[in-house]
């Protein structure tokens, strides 16, 4: 079973930035579009960004020009680089595949708090 291991998340001041990496425990992301998901306390999961196989990327407004996601399918491992992080944006980050029939098992996540 392939697991996917979140982690770089922390606490950080708001306009400070933070670089998240997802890892997978072995090749799976060559043909999948990933993502970035994130939960916020009380909210639902939401897509926050997204590459294609062909690495074409996707951005929720919310995070659109703050936020950078990035793939490289060798060292099976995805990164959203963060950027002007306001209290907003504080939840549990995940990664997973964007589609539903390629989805794996989600991971444990990694917490991003944004406080000052």
């Known amino acids: 079973q392939v697991q996917l291991v979140e982690s770089g998340g922390g606490s950080v001041q708001p306009g400070g930035s933070l670089r998240l990496s997802c890892a997978a425990s072995?090749?799976?992301?060559?043909?999948?579009?990933m993502g970035w998901y994130r939960q916020a306390p009380g909210k639902q999961r939401e897509l926050v960004a997204s590459?294609?196989?062909?690495?074409?990327?996707y951005y929720v407004d919310a995070v659109k020009g703050r936020f950078t996601i990035s793939r490289d399918n060798a060292k099976n491992t995805v990164w959203l680089q963060m950027n002007t992080l306001n209290p907003e944006d504080t939840a549990v980050y995940y990664c997973n595949a964007v589609y539903a029939w390629q989805r794996l098992n989600w991971g444990q996540g990694t917490q991003v708090t944004v406080s000052s």
């Open positions: 072995r090749g799976i992301f060559s043909d999948r579009s």
């Open positions: 590459i294609s196989s062909g690495d074409n990327t």
